[in-house]
């Protein structure tokens, strides 16, 4: 008789197969939270220099540096609470996201705002502000609504 080998409860197949099931019965609320608060980061870091190199030229250019630490404070809690993951994520989650769609406003009307407008679009899209930009910030708020709505892992 042929004996196969025990599974390692810590073996990496395993933990695969663990997080694999709990994704497919929509436990990751801790894992996309913490992904949220990574993305978060890079994301306001991202934006930070950018409107820096435009020199913060419209106050609103301060609003997703000023969400951003709230976001990944509350994105980290939820992390090791699941109150805070139910509250204080959820909110500012949607604050980013729709800051992110006022920022795709302002970009689409920066692109307008140069010289030949979209009558230039090919000049004025690639030199002018990023129009898919802000839409980052929009999925990273969206990431940070999806992990409060989910549940934990087990």
């Known amino acids: 008789m042929i004996r196969l080998p025990r599974r390692r409860r810590h073996s990496g197949r395993y933990l695969l197969d663990h997080a694999l099931r ?3 019965h929509g436990r990751f609320e801790r894992s996309l939270a913490a992904l949220t608060a990574v993305s978060a980061m890079v994301t306001g870091a991202e934006v930070y220099f950018e409107h820096y190199k435009a020199s913060f030229g419209n106050k609103w250019m301060w609003s ?3 969400l951003t630490p709230p976001l990944v404070a509350a994105a980290a809690g939820g992390v090791v609470s699941q109150r805070c993951a139910k509250t204080a994520l ?3 989650a ?4 729709a800051n992110g769609l006022l920022g795709e406003y ?3 009307r920066g692109v307008s705002r140069k010289p030949g407008g979209w009558s230039m679009a090919s000049y004025n899209v690639p030199m002018g502000p990023p129009i898919s930009a802000p839409g980052l910030m929009a999925m990273v708020g969206g990431m940070g ?3 409060s ?3 934990r892992e087990r």
Request: no cysteine; charged share 10%.
């Open 106 to 108: 302002f970009h689409v």
């Open 145 to 147: 609504l999806l992990a």
């Open 90 to 92: 959820p909110v500012t």
């Open 22 to 24: 709990n994704v497919e």
């Open 94 to 97: 949607a604050l980013y996201a």
């Open 64 to 66: 997703p540096v000023v």
């Open 149 to 151: 709505i989910l549940r």
